[in-house]
């Protein structure tokens, strides 16, 4: 059984960082894509980033690029969002996804990725 747990959100001011966990259980990083989305009240959920299965390749979305880090933990099953630079347009709820690198798909669909967490909500003040 497959289980992406969230963990790491809270309330930060803007122009703070704040690093967020997504552990894994159930399934091995390595054979799959990880990535991460946000949903801002009233709004569509939204891709964040990605990595992939072997860990060496990242996407981001243009609002986050240069700001966000996506990285991994592959001993302890655990990949992470490093935010910097934080504005009040990034408080959402962030959710981990996982899709098997056998599977090919658009990074931006939320309907390629087969498994998800439930969220930690990301509160930036200005």
């Known amino acids: 059984q497959v289980q992406l747990v969230e963990s790491g959100g809270g309330l930060v001011q803007a122009g703070g960082s704040m690093r967020l966990s997504c552990a894994a259980s159930g399934l091995t990083l390595g054979g799959y894509a990880m990535g991460w989305f946000r949903q801002a009240p009233g709004k569509e959920r939204e891709f964040v980033g990605k990595i992939n299965g072997g860990g060496w390749w990242t996407n981001y979305a243009d609002s986050v690029k240069g700001r966000f880090t996506i990285a991994r933990d592959s001993g302890k099953n655990t990949v992470y969002l490093h935010m910097n630079s934080l504005k009040p347009e990034d408080t959402a709820v962030y959710y981990c996804?996982?899709?098997?690198?056998?599977?090919?798909?658009?990074?931006?669909?939320?309907?390629?990725?087969?498994?998800w967490g439930q969220g930690t909500q990301v509160t930036v003040s200005s």
């Open positions: 996804a996982a899709r098997p690198t056998a599977t090919s798909g658009d990074d931006y669909n939320t309907g390629t990725y087969d498994y």
